[in-house]
């Protein structure tokens, strides 16, 4: 189907439509630093719902990340304040666990925030989860946003986190990034805009 015909309610419940939402990015990216989305991102809808599919490093025991701009892309360096924490479970179910991550949260940084924790780079590993952004045209309130992900570690554990924040910006943010902390990554990115 083509881009922006996707309007069903998709996030809806028994059959009641949360508004339109529209497929405008979907695309399959093969070892490449980074994944750019610099256009379709504007006052035209209130949410943003982007999703990545097996997310897959090419380096070992590195971080799915993310950051915005406010100037199309020639910079992502916005100021932002977020919280992060996971539940985990080890493969061989030697341990598992609920913690607050303190080490990668932000607070007024301008660094890209982790949305995964130590991803392996193995044929059978990769992320995949959404992140929701809200009113990023604004020029009044800053830019709230959540996130949930899923990956297999470089250490063989399963991975939820749960990532909050917002961009500390009253201007719009037409653009957003993702890339590894280190190295290239494959995988699919969508985003859907919501009225």
């Given at each position: 189907?083509p881009?922006?015909?996707?309007?069903?309610?998709?996030?809806?419940?028994?059959?009641?439509?949360t508004g339109?939402?529209?497929?405008l990015h979907d695309?399959?990216?093969s070892?490449v630093a980074?994944?750019?989305?610099?256009?379709?991102?504007?006052?035209?809808?209130?949410?943003?719902i982007?999703?990545?599919?097996?997310?897959?490093p090419?380096?070992?025991?590195t971080?799915?990340?993310?950051?915005?701009?406010?100037d199309a892309?020639s910079?992502y360096?916005?100021?932002?304040t977020?919280t992060f924490?996971w539940?985990y479970l080890?493969?061989?179910?030697?341990n598992?666990?609920l913690?607050?991550?303190?080490?990668?949260?932000?607070?007024?940084?301008?660094s890209?925030?982790?949305?995964t924790h130590?991803?392996?780079?193995?044929a059978d590993?990769?992320c995949?989860?959404e992140?929701?952004?809200f009113n990023?045209?604004?020029?009044?309130?800053?830019?709230?946003?959540?996130?949930?992900?899923h990956?297999?570690s470089?250490?063989d554990?399963s991975?939820?986190?749960?990532?909050a924040?917002?961009?500390n910006?009253t201007?719009?943010?037409?653009a957003?990034?993702?890339?590894?902390?280190s190295?290239?990554?494959?995988?699919?990115i969508?985003?859907?805009g919501?009225?």
């Amino acid at each position: 189907m083509p881009l922006g015909t996707h309007k069903a309610a998709l996030f809806g419940v028994a059959g009641v439509s949360t508004g339109d939402v529209v497929l405008l990015h979907d695309q399959d990216y093969s070892d490449v630093a980074s994944a750019s989305i610099t256009s379709g991102i504007d006052s035209t809808y209130g949410e943003y719902i982007f999703k990545f599919y097996n997310i897959n490093p090419a380096t070992d025991n590195t971080d799915f990340t993310f950051q915005g701009s406010i100037d199309a892309g020639s910079n992502y360096n916005v100021e932002m304040t977020t919280t992060f924490f996971w539940s985990y479970l080890q493969e061989s179910d030697a341990n598992e666990g609920l913690a607050y991550h303190a080490g990668s949260d932000q607070a007024q940084g301008t660094s890209f925030q982790k949305l995964t924790h130590e991803s392996g780079s193995d044929a059978d590993q990769s992320c995949s989860g959404e992140l929701y952004l809200f009113n990023p045209s604004s020029t009044t309130y800053v830019k709230h946003f959540y996130a949930r992900v899923h990956n297999a570690s470089a250490d063989d554990k399963s991975y939820d986190h749960f990532i909050a924040g917002y961009f500390n910006t009253t201007d719009n943010i037409d653009a957003i990034q993702f890339k590894m902390s280190s190295g290239n990554l494959d995988g699919t990115i969508k985003m859907w805009g919501v009225k």
